[in-house]
């Protein structure tokens, strides 16, 4: 019989520290399957890449190519 357990937690040390709420139930020596997914970064909307992004530095003798250039090269 399985019983799913949800929660998240940071990776410290390799290890995955279980939530004071889940450790009665999650005794040491307790059988149990794990599944991790990773959560993506949140991609910074400050910074320098990302000042970049929304105005880029055009350079003089440098030409801008559109997409359909860039699948050409």
Do not use: C, W
């Not at 279980?18 to 599944?35: A, H, M, N």
């Amino acid at each position: 019989m399985l019983n799913a357990v949800e929660f998240k937690a940071k990776i410290k040390q390799g290890i995955i520290e279980i939530p004071e709420e889940y450790q009665q139930e999650l005794r040491e020596d307790s059988e149990v399957q794990v599944i991790v997914i990773k959560q993506n970064k949140k991609i910074s909307t400050t910074g320098i890449i990302a000042q970049l992004t929304q105005k880029p530095v055009a350079v003089q003798g440098i030409r801008q190519l559109n997409r359909e250039e860039i699948h050409q090269l």
